[in-house]
């Protein structure tokens, strides 16, 4: 069975100012990753993903992850922090085999924005 | 446009009294998915369908049923609710269960007094 831990619940970061939301995975095979956005009173939406290939992931609204295989992370990064990015992250894993077990998820980390 | 439409958005209710969450995709997805969040524990899956009445347990299921009659729909049931149920509730759909990220619908809200 797999996990997935994001360190720190809240993250608070200055506008302007970089983001760096961790995320760790446990599993037996590298997993397939993913990071989620969520806005309040809304749905989950897809910010990037890391299957195979390239280990520097880049997603949208600017933010990238690099899987690091040695560490078995997948932290999400974003040069500038905006306003716009106060949100609920999660990190999710999922097993490559094709397996019916869905997304494993993190717990979340709220992103805080200072202006 | 694509999407999944959860239905209600909120729900206040009583102990013991059956309730339906409606889920609809419209992207002709084989993979259907039900996920429970609550503060401080993330996203839990409940049940999950890889295809038309095919379901499963997922890591949370007590207290819980769903049924895959069609392939577009994957209704989420509360025989008997309880307030340990009160929780904000996410249907998801996909292709495939795995390496396909999976669309989520906006949430349903609900409140178990």
């Known amino acids: 069975a797999q996990s997935v831990t994001q360190l720190g619940s809240h993250v608070s970061v200055s506008e302007g100012a970089l983001v760096l939301l961790r995320c760790n995975y446990s599993s037996s095979v590298p997993p397939y990753l993913f990071w989620y956005v969520q806005y309040p009173n809304q749905g989950l939406q897809l910010l990037l993903k890391y299957t195979t290939g390239a280990t520097l992931v880049k997603g949208i609204n600017g933010f990238e992850a690099e899987f690091k295989k040695s560490e078995t992370s997948f932290h999400l990064t974003k040069p500038s922090a905006h306003m716009s990015d106060a949100a609920e992250y999660f990190c999710a894993a999922t097993d490559p085999g094709g397996g019916a077990d869905g997304l494993t998820f993190g717990k979340g980390t709220h992103l805080i924005i200072q202006p | 446009e694509a999407q999944v439409t959860q239905n209600p958005r909120y729900l206040i209710t009583v102990t013991g009294k059956k309730l339906t969450v409606t889920c609809s995709q419209n992207m002709n997805h084989e993979y259907m998915s039900w996920y429970r969040q609550d503060p401080g524990l993330g996203l839990r899956q409940i049940y999950y369908?890889?295809?038309?009445?095919?379901?499963d347990k997922g890591d949370v299921p007590e207290g819980y049923k769903v049924s895959r009659k069609e392939k577009r729909n994957f209704p989420l049931i509360l025989e008997s609710p309880s307030p340990n149920q009160t929780s904000l509730y996410f249907c998801?759909?996909?292709?495939?269960?795995?390496?396909?990220?999976?669309?989520f619908g906006d949430g349903t809200r609900l409140s178990i007094l």
């Open positions: 369908s890889m295809n038309v009445e095919v379901t």
């Open positions: 998801a759909s996909s292709f495939r269960p795995s390496n396909q990220p999976q669309h």
